[in-house]
């Protein structure tokens, strides 16, 4: 064989494997995007689990996490998104109530919690938005996802072209929530 015969099978081997890197990469990545109506239910349990241990029992936390929560079954996405103007913490930082307002973190982790929706909601899809907002969510609150949620459940909701997916049953989302055997990375 001869050293042009050598390169160009060198050639084509290294092409041949960048394929298959780049395919089992897309492949392996759309495994873990969650659609938008998953990631916001995921979000409000950060969001939940960070108020348990900086603001106990506030109401406007909580009122706050319910509207991320009902993302997952809103029928009406328009409809359940102009709720938000009822509720005091996703408006202006200078809104939050006066003993939500010096905790470290926490406007920068409800404003990245409704810009996962937000972001979504009159645009195309951007699932590498989604994604790193929610990766945003999660490292701000330190919420333990592999021990606070079923991920394999989770990962099942169809994003759908939309990236919204149907909305969900309440059977689904209580086993979003639970925790087991399945509950693996």
């Given at each position: 064989m001869?050293?042009?015969?050598?390169?160009?099978?060198?050639i084509a081997?290294l092409?041949?494997?960048v394929?298959?890197?780049?395919?089992v990469?897309?492949?392996r990545g759309?495994?873990?995007r969650l659609?938008?109506r998953?990631?916001?239910?995921?979000?409000?349990?950060?969001?939940r689990?960070f108020g348990r241990?900086?603001?106990?029992?506030?109401?406007d936390?909580?009122a706050f996490c319910l509207?991320?929560?009902e993302?997952a079954r809103a029928?009406?996405?328009?409809?359940w998104?102009s709720?938000?103007?009822?509720?005091?913490l996703?408006?202006l930082r200078e809104l939050?109530?006066e003993e939500?307002?010096?905790?470290d973190?926490?406007?920068?982790?409800?404003?990245?919690?409704?810009e996962?929706s937000?972001?979504?909601?009159?645009?195309?899809?951007?699932?590498a938005e989604?994604a790193?907002?929610l990766?945003r969510?999660?490292?701000i609150s330190?919420?333990?996802?592999?021990s606070?949620v079923?991920?394999?459940?989770?990962?099942?909701h169809?994003?759908?072209?939309?990236?919204w997916?149907e909305p969900v049953?309440?059977?689904?989302?209580?086993?979003?929530a639970?925790?087991?055997?399945l509950n693996?990375p």
């Amino acid at each position: 064989m001869g050293s042009t015969a050598i390169n160009e099978y060198a050639i084509a081997t290294l092409a041949a494997l960048v394929v298959v890197w780049v395919i089992v990469a897309y492949f392996r990545g759309l495994r873990y995007r969650l659609s938008v109506r998953a990631s916001s239910w995921l979000a409000a349990q950060c969001v939940r689990d960070f108020g348990r241990r900086h603001c106990p029992g506030n109401s406007d936390l909580e009122a706050f996490c319910l509207f991320l929560e009902e993302a997952a079954r809103a029928r009406d996405l328009p409809a359940w998104d102009s709720k938000e103007r009822e509720l005091i913490l996703p408006d202006l930082r200078e809104l939050l109530p006066e003993e939500l307002s010096g905790i470290d973190g926490l406007w920068e982790l409800v404003e990245s919690a409704r810009e996962i929706s937000a972001s979504q909601m009159y645009c195309a899809y951007n699932p590498a938005e989604v994604a790193e907002l929610l990766r945003r969510v999660i490292d701000i609150s330190g919420f333990n996802v592999n021990s606070g949620v079923n991920m394999v459940a989770l990962r099942g909701h169809s994003p759908c072209r939309d990236g919204w997916g149907e909305p969900v049953q309440e059977e689904v989302i209580a086993e979003w929530a639970s925790v087991g055997k399945l509950n693996q990375p």
